[in-house]
């Protein structure tokens, strides 16, 4: 309707998957790059997951266009199935054929059985074969674990099948559950695909409108172009949407360039759905709260018409339960004490106190709360120098008064580093103690040592005091931030590793080839030359990918903490804590 009107052959921003307007940023780049790896490695599961219209098929189509020769693709769209649908799609998709020795349906061993014998045929001619499955965050823990065993087919060298998980950000939740754990251990790349940038949302504008025609200045001013990228966040199909009918509001009013009044205006319409529901969340807030406090006048009335019915047999029952609440107390006092001890006395306290008839008592990490810091912590540490001060304690660093912590761990060759948003996911890469910034009840930050990590809990240490919380309790008050220290390789200078690795080259090299087995030749990298410097580079990004870093050839504080984990550097680690809560004994 309004492409001749800004000199446009076609409407450009139409959420049809045009292959002609596909738009690259650096982001869907690598994510494609770890797809193209996943063909390449030994097996196992790749994982890419991405908001709501990031690009996530985008990038799956491209890849589907790059597929190598001699490689076998079986895609699934559509995932909510049971695990012999699935299975049987996949078959479908490879064309395997599959029979039924006995009467009724196919069973999940016929699909199976003619999915091992059709991979080791394969295998056996030279070819690859590689399951994408997307919207993968609908799939079912059941599916999810016989996908698992699907991949437990392998030769010497590599597993026959390569599963590429494509999802939402729920994905990842799911793989970190404790049952999901297993498959977790599988996977060799993860790549999560965020939104556009500012910078880059305004080339997505330019791209798409060149396609489609224009030939002269961008129709969106620069409030518009800036104003767009706030409502849309970076979303690419936010942005189509946003961008579509802004152009054909400024057509409307004969507009020859879209301005910040048009993109609101667009916005109230295109976006109407999402605000209409942020309207109605406290309206639904305000019915359940009404709801509440009718169930609870009429349990108030039933209690007081029970009382009247019988105050002697009331008083009998009150007397029996404040009996057997007095029972459950003593019962549970030493489980009580144990929550309020540190967590390494807790077993302690109760051998102390165990009779020869003991019977388990689960102990609980906390919940901890913004307003119970206080409570549950004698000392809460509000300075952030006293909590940099005892992370280096844990290295056995000593801070003279007066002095800047990382300064004292700087002259041990151990540098200070903090990431701002890695999350556990970081934590458990590093695996290393560090400290944590908490929002305490009046908004000020509290910072606790993180110094012990399970599937469900963590040790938190604060002032000497440590204390087991739950990891849900934990993510709500946390601000995802993780601070610690790491042991810096020889000749390591930040400016220089950026550059060409400077004089850590060689050892960088040496390292990636101990881990590797490669027996490749980096012998010249510290002197500089440029082969061995890229040979370098690609290696980097290859241990990367393996261990979930972005994979960006340089080696980072990041990077060179797992790489020390992985050659068995001697740091302090994370305790490791038992997948279920610990059980004591009374």
């Not at 070819?127 to 599916?143: G, H, K, M, P, R």
Request: net charge neutral; charged share 20%; glycine share 8%.
């Amino acid at each position: 309707m309004y492409a001749r009107h800004f000199g446009l052959s076609q409407e450009p921003f139409s959420l049809a998957p045009d292959p002609r307007y596909l738009f690259m940023s650096e982001r869907h780049r690598e994510a494609l790059a770890h797809l193209l790896y996943g063909v390449k490695g030994g097996g196992g599961f790749v994982l890419l997951t991405g908001e709501i219209g990031a690009g996530k098929t985008t990038v799956a189509r491209c890849f589907l266009e790059q597929i190598p020769e001699r490689c076998n693709v079986a895609y699934i769209f559509n995932p909510k199935l049971t695990v012999e649908e699935l299975l049987r799609s996949i078959c479908d998709e490879f064309r395997i054929p599959y029979a039924h020795a006995g009467p009724g349906t196919p069973t999940v061993k016929d699909y199976v059985d003619a999915l091992n014998e059709f991979l080791l045929r394969t295998h056996a001619i030279g070819q690859n074969n590689v399951l994408v499955i997307d919207e993968a965050q609908n799939l079912s823990v059941d599916v999810l674990e016989q996908l698992r065993l699907l991949t437990n087919l392998e030769t010497n060298e590599r597993k026959l099948l390569q599963i590429i998980l494509i999802g939402q950000p729920e994905l990842r939740t799911m793989l970190a559950r404790p049952d999901l754990e297993q498959l977790a251990q599988r996977v060799i790349a993860r790549y999560h695909l965020g939104p556009l940038s500012q910078r880059e949302t305004s080339h997505y504008l330019r791209h798409r409108l060149s396609v489609a025609g224009m030939t002269g200045v961008v129709p969106f001013d620069r409030d518009a172009r800036q104003r767009m990228f706030e409502l849309t966040r970076g979303v690419p199909r936010r942005i189509n949407l946003l961008a579509d009918r802004a152009l054909l509001g400024a057509y409307s009013r004969n507009m020859a360039r879209v301005n910040r009044e048009i993109v609101d205006q667009a916005a109230r319409e295109v976006f109407e759905e999402e605000r209409t529901a942020s309207e109605l969340a406290p309206r639904s807030r305000r019915a359940a709260l009404i709801g509440a406090a009718a169930m609870v006048a009429v349990a108030v009335v039933a209690a007081a018409w029970v009382w009247q019915r019988g105050a002697a047999t009331q008083t009998k029952t009150i007397a029996t339960a404040a009996g057997a609440a007095s029972a459950a107390a003593a019962a549970s006092a030493p489980s009580a004490a144990a929550s309020a001890a540190p967590a390494g006395a807790v077993a302690e306290t109760h051998a102390a106190s165990e009779p020869a008839s003991a019977t388990a008592v689960e102990f609980a990490p906390i919940e901890l709360t913004s307003a119970n810091i206080d409570s549950q912590f004698a000392t809460p540490v509000r300075d952030e120098r006293a909590a940099w001060a005892a992370l280096a304690a844990e290295w056995r660093i000593e801070v003279p008064s007066g002095t800047v912590p990382c300064q004292a761990a700087a002259s041990r060759g151990i540098q200070c580093y903090r990431s701002l948003d890695g999350g556990l996911g970081m934590v458990r890469l590093l695996d290393r103690p560090g400290f944590v910034t908490l929002q305490g009840a009046d908004q000020r930050p509290v910072y606790a040592l993180l110094v012990g990590l399970g599937v469900r809990h963590a040790t938190l240490r604060m002032a000497g005091e440590s204390k087991t919380v739950t990891v849900a309790s934990l993510g709500r008050i946390w601000r995802g931030d993780f601070a610690t220290l790491w042991r810096t390789p020889p000749g390591w200078a930040a400016q220089q590793m950026q550059a060409n690795y400077g004089a850590t080259a060689g050892w960088l090299a040496e390292q990636l080839e101990r881990v590797e087995g490669s027996g490749a030749d980096f012998g010249s990298a510290a002197a500089g030359g440029a082969t061995s410097q890229a040979g370098l580079k690609e290696r980097v990004a290859a241990f990367q990918r393996i261990h979930g870093l972005q994979a960006d050839g340089f080696a980072g504080p990041a990077t060179l903490m797992v790489l020390n984990r992985v050659i068995g550097v001697e740091e302090p680690r994370l305790a490791e804590l038992p997948s279920a809560p610990t059980t004591a004994r009374r």
